[in-house]
């Protein structure tokens, strides 16, 4: 079998309707499927408008809004229709991006059908509770966490940093990577334009700080804002820069008024930002790759982030950047204040990034997750399994 014997049910909470890092790397792994031969079809909650134009057979799963973040919905039940529509596609694999009930619905019914299920880990769901006061329900959510992908036949890490700790974690006994790619028509140092920042009042000599992302509590919005209060203590010269929309947005404005907000932004809009940036400032520790470090090591930028899973797999401390202990206000503030005062040590450092970007395509990210697929389905012919994944009745 090549990719064009592929058969794919995917299940996600978010497909389309609401754009982030994780459905656009499902989104384009959808896009080269069908591009290659592959049968593609997707499960997943839909809304009349939404935010990533379709680019497959969409089955409408039935869902509620998720309290709080009304723009997410919760998928409540893999319906008899979505079912009787699984069996009537026949699929030799099943994807599943979120480790929600649907999820979890969906590895019972590829074990009932005897069709191998892999998992694709896309954000650290288990580290949200400490942004909302509730870090005690942290080893509840790993022991979740665990109990699904474990059912797994295998699951995927966007980096080796993350694959290393879900090894650790005991999270599957078969960790494999599915890495992210980077569009470089999109990102590249040639998108920066000094046109553009004059427009948004920003001087063309003043180093901009820049953060990229949902506006949400979990991307270390608080240690984002007292880091750039020490620096502004320190009296060093700069200016923020958040390109982005989200739930936090009114108390990001808030806790930074001087900050310049220029909502979100895709596509070449998005690439223009990043490139007009000088550094990108990431402190969050939920995301497991880390798109926007990599955008902006395309773009010429260097990144200053936390000592977390995805980014310590992309940056080089020193080199292309700086990795602080997360949360360390103090450590990041000195190390804003190297590259604002430093326009030498930014220019060696975002163009040791931007060399670095170039080992990241999308269709060679994209191919080596097919030849796992096909790895996976022959070994399942074969009569292989590994613990935990025999059939149910």
């Not at 999308?362 to 012919?381: G, H, M, T």
Request: glycine share 8%; net charge positive; hydrophobic share 45%.
């Amino acid at each position: 079998m090549d990719v064009t014997g592929l058969r794919i049910a995917m299940f996600s909470g978010n497909y389309n309707y609401v754009r982030d890092g994780a459905n656009q790397a499902l989104n384009r792994l959808v896009g080269y499927l069908l591009r290659h031969g592959a049968a593609v079809r997707v499960y997943s909650p839909t809304v009349e408008h939404p935010a990533i134009a379709g680019n497959a057979d969409i089955v409408d799963i039935p869902s509620v809004p998720i309290p709080g973040r009304s723009e997410y919905r919760a998928p409540v039940l893999l319906s008899p229709r979505a079912k009787k529509d699984i069996r009537a596609f026949q699929p030799n694999i099943f994807h599943i991006a979120s480790p929600e009930l649907l999820g979890h619905r969906a590895v019972t019914l590829a074990r009932r059908m005897d069709v191998p299920a892999v998992a694709s880990v896309h954000t650290r769901f288990e580290t949200y509770p400490r942004y909302y006061g509730l870090a005690f329900l942290e080893p509840l959510l790993l022991a979740g966490l665990r109990r699904f992908y474990r059912r797994c036949d295998a699951i995927f890490a966007p980096s080796e940093s993350m694959a290393q700790l879900l090894r650790e974690q005991r999270m599957n006994y078969d960790v494999g990577i599915w890495t992210r790619g980077i569009d470089r028509e999109i990102f590249n140092p040639g998108r920066r334009d000094i046109t553009w920042r004059r427009q948004w009042r920003i001087e063309d000599d003043i180093p901009v700080i820049g953060f990229v992302g949902r506006l949400v509590m979990e991307k270390g919005l608080d240690v984002f804002s007292d880091s750039i209060d020490k620096l502004a203590q320190a009296k060093v010269r700069h200016k923020v820069l958040v390109v982005g929309e989200g739930p936090a947005r009114l108390w990001f404005e808030r806790r930074l008024p001087d900050a310049v907000f220029v909502g979100f932004q895709e596509g070449m809009d998005l690439g223009r930002a990043v490139a007009s940036m000088d550094m990108l400032f990431n402190p969050s520790v939920t995301e497991t790759f880390g798109n926007v470090t990599l955008e902006a090591m395309a773009a010429g930028l260097p990144v200053v982030a936390a000592i977390a899973t995805g980014s310590q797999s992309l940056v080089t401390d020193g080199v292309t950047g700086r990795l602080i202990r997360a949360g360390a206000i103090g450590a990041f503030a000195d190390a804003l204040a190297q590259y604002c005062d430093n326009a030498d040590a930014r220019r060696a450092a975002g163009a040791a990034g931007a060399e670095v970007s170039k080992n990241y395509g999308w269709d060679q990210v994209n191919s080596s997750l097919v030849d796992s697929y096909l790895r996976i389905i022959r070994q399942r012919a074969e009569g292989a399994r590994l613990p935990g994944t025999s059939p149910v009745p």
